[in-house]
């Protein structure tokens, strides 16, 4: 197993440094915008075009959003796997699912992990963004880069590599006298470890695409560096700052693969529950659960959604 995630992250480093390098042959652009809407975007006529464009969207969306749903949802109103016809619906899957002791205590801890380590993974990504591109950092700058072989990585490999980190550890703490057995801790490590890529890299650009007057006329006024971080730049980012804070709370509330070798006794998580009830429960109480997350997920990209006006 440790030969194979080496070999894996092997494989990732040689992606990504490729790909550095074919990034790096491309001239920079220093384009800049500034911190106020001083601008509307132009809007472009389609014509007939757009009609044939909105279709296909649309069925898109169907395709891809609303059929998964209705056939999750015919699963999780089905009394047996199999059965799905609308006069045999019930909910007894839904009611099993949420009187779950299993379920209740994988909702507070999917919830706790997923909040804080998104906070945490964004607000890092953030100072790391401003000293990247405001203070020419070189550290900060390999430290973003760093991040993104574990979110090219398969999380199994990071799981793995934990696995055998807690070890180390437990060794380490045993020798001084003292005890390290949460998995918590460590199924939080893996999450940051996997999605720090998210809340790094789009700070990063967050910061490169405003114009650094604000900043500048704040220094002058004498504003040190959390004024700067706190009154300035934050405001300015906010709405970047909550996207990658969401980007990074959706996958990390259903994360499963790591989740499932990290987990044990008091650390189940949503995505290790749905896992159990697929494979040693039935499958309409396993398709309950995924409905209701996949109801979730869609229901909180429409009201987070930014809407568009025309002028």
């Known amino acids: 197993?440790?030969?194979?995630a080496a070999f894996l992250i092997g494989i990732a480093f040689l992606v990504l440094w490729g790909s550095r390098l074919l990034l790096g042959i491309q001239k920079a652009k220093n384009a800049a915008l500034t911190g106020t809407k001083s601008s509307r975007p132009s809007l472009v006529g389609l014509g007939r075009t757009g009609?044939?464009?909105?279709?296909f969207l649309w069925s898109f969306f169907f395709v891809t959003v609303v059929l998964p749903w209705i056939a999750l949802a015919f699963s999780a109103l089905a009394p047996v796997a199999g059965n799905y016809q609308p006069s045999a619906w019930t909910l007894k899957n839904l009611i099993y699912v949420f009187t779950l002791a299993d379920f209740q205590e994988a909702l507070v801890n999917s919830l706790l992990l997923s909040v804080l380590v998104a906070t945490l993974v964004v607000g890092l990504g953030f100072i790391l963004g401003f000293f990247s591109v405001r203070r020419h950092s070189l550290r900060a700058r390999?430290?973003?880069?760093?991040?993104?072989y574990p979110f090219a990585s398969p999380g199994s490999v990071i799981a793995i590599l934990l696995i055998f980190g807690s070890v180390w550890v437990a060794r380490a703490a045993d020798g001084l006298g003292l005890t390290f057995d949460s998995i918590l801790f460590w199924i939080a490590l893996a999450y940051g470890t996997k999605y720090a890529a998210i809340g790094a890299r789009m700070m990063e650009a967050a910061f490169r695409q405003v114009h650094p007057a604000l900043e500048e006329a704040a220094r002058m006024s004498g504003a040190t560096l959390m004024p700067l971080l706190t009154q300035i730049w934050f405001p300015l980012l906010r709405k970047t700052f909550f996207?990658?804070?969401?980007l990074s709370f959706l996958p990390m509330l259903t994360e499963l693969t790591m989740s499932v070798l990290l987990t044990g006794p008091g650390?189940?998580?949503l995505g290790t529950v749905l896992f159990q009830l697929q494979e040693y429960a039935d499958q309409p109480s396993a398709a309950a659960l995924a409905w209701v997350l996949l109801s979730i997920a869609i229901l909180v990209s429409f009201l987070t959604r930014e809407r568009s006006t025309t002028p």
């Open 1 to 4: 197993g440790l030969y194979l």
């Open 51 to 55: 009609t044939v464009l909105a279709a």
């Open 142 to 148: 390999m430290l973003i880069q760093l991040t993104s």
């Open 243 to 246: 996207a990658a804070w969401l």
């Open 267 to 269: 650390a189940a998580t």
